[in-house]
């Protein structure tokens, strides 16, 4: 579903890419890449958090993310669910969109201080990402 709504809204994207944060090696269900910010971000779906083993191995690559210095809806998403419980195309569309429009407004800001923007995360084919710089 995910990858539908990238597709929908026209983004560039790699599926379960080979991707280095904090020194461990890792495949984040999605990296987008935004060439007009020069950046990309990870998109995690987390849908299975009913089952305590995958809510635990999860929760402690999601800690590694942060203290990779990645911020949640800056550098990750995170869309969660259950059995019985999973977001709609319609809520991951909005929260994408929502984070494009803080590219904006973030990247706009720095161009009229005379800064130039700093990508997140060097997506290079199929290699690994090896580094975050925020």
Excluded: H
């Excluded at 990238?6 to 987008?32: H, Q």
């Excluded at 910010?37 to 849908?47: A, S």
């Excluded at 407004?105 to 199929?126: A, D, F, I, V």
């Amino acid at each position: 579903m995910i990858a539908q709504v990238l597709d929908s809204l026209g983004l560039e994207y790699k599926y379960e890419p080979e991707v280095i944060v904090g020194g461990e090696t890792y495949y984040p269900d999605f990296a987008v890449w935004f060439p007009e910010f020069g950046r990309c971000i990870f998109i995690e779906f987390l849908g299975m958090l009913d089952r305590q083993n995958y809510a635990y191995k999860n929760g402690i690559k999601i800690a590694n993310y942060l203290n990779a210095g990645m911020v949640i809806n800056r550098d990750i998403l995170i869309f969660c669910g259950t059995k019985n419980s999973m977001p709609t195309a319609d809520e991951i569309a909005e929260d994408i969109i929502a984070l494009i429009t803080k590219f904006c407004r973030m990247y706009s800001s720095c161009n009229q201080m005379g800064r130039e923007s700093t990508p997140s995360c060097t997506l290079l084919s199929s290699k690994p990402v090896q580094g975050i710089v925020l």
